[in-house]
T-cell receptor, first 110, second 113 residues
Framework: SQELEQSPQSLIVQEGKNLTINCTSS?????LYWYKQKYGEGLIFLMM?????EEKSHEKITAKLDEKKQQSSLHITASQPSHAGIYLC??????????FGTGTSLTVIP | NAGVMQNPRHLVRRRGQEARLRCSPM?????VYWYRQLPEEGLKFMVY????????ESGMPKERFSAEFPKEGPSILRIQQVVRGDSAAYFC???????????FGPGTRLTVL
């Protein structure tokens, strides 16, 4: 089975600070997805990375997939309270199962 | 275009009762996935269905849980004789094909008293 480990498990930052969340896989990733889950709500798709070395940005969020395709990072620049939530990385294993990481809970203090 | 819809959003059941969770996929999506998020745990895959077919149920508990996606109507996740350990958030996702990102519903939070 595919295991995705996220770090840190939780993060508390002051508004305006930058932060990075990491996602490490036990196997080569063939497609890495980042989702955000607001407390008590469903998941919101953020970005998908497929190629080694790929980097994508959306507003103040940048995601990268390393060359070996076993680690991804999500970087938020100048964090805002609206960024608060649980960030999940995920990947599809062989077959149809979608595996999620352990999650990173982000709190942004105004 | 409405997103994935789930109902009810919150469901309370007593031990031994049945829970029925509904999921209406996005328009044009014929692939439905169910996930469970237990307290303090991550999201775990349960089952993958296409219309009238269960494609992969490797994440489903062997007993008391069943899922269907009929030709007409929503997908149903059914839990018979619920126990306290079934208390969790159950999320449904849909996609137009396999291998694409999935759109998630808001979830149904099941509480078993």
């Amino acid at each position: 089975s595919q295991e995705l480990e996220q770090s840190p498990q939780s993060l508390i930052v002051q508004e305006g600070k930058n932060l990075t969340i990491n996602c490490t896989s036990s196997k080569t990733l063939y497609g890495l997805y980042w989702y955000k889950q607001k407390y008590g709500e469903g998941l919101i798709f953020l970005m998908m990375l497929q190629k080694g070395g790929e980097e994508k940005s959306h507003e103040k969020i940048t995601a990268k997939l390393d060359e070996k395709k076993q680690q991804s990072s999500l970087h938020i620049t100048a964090s805002q309270p609206s960024h608060a939530g649980i960030y999940l990385c995920g990947t599809r294993g062989t077959g149809n199962q979608f595996y999620f990481g352990t999650g990173t809970s982000l709190t942004v203090i105004p | 275009n409405a997103g994935v819809m789930q109902n009810p959003r919150h469901l309370v059941r007593r031990r031994g009762q049945e829970a029925r969770l509904r999921c209406s996929p996005m328009k044009g999506h014929s692939h439905v996935y169910w996930y469970r998020q237990l307290p303090e745990e991550g999201l775990k895959f349960m089952v993958y269905l296409q219309k009238e077919n269960i494609i992969d149920e490797s994440g489903m508990p062997k007993e008391r849980f069943s899922a269907e996606f009929p030709k007409e109507g929503p997908s149903i996740l059914r839990i018979q004789q619920v126990v306290r350990g079934d208390s969790a958030a159950y999320f449904c996702a849909s996609s137009p094909t396999t291998g694409t990102s999935e759109d998630f519903g808001p979830g149904t939070r099941l509480t078993v008293l």
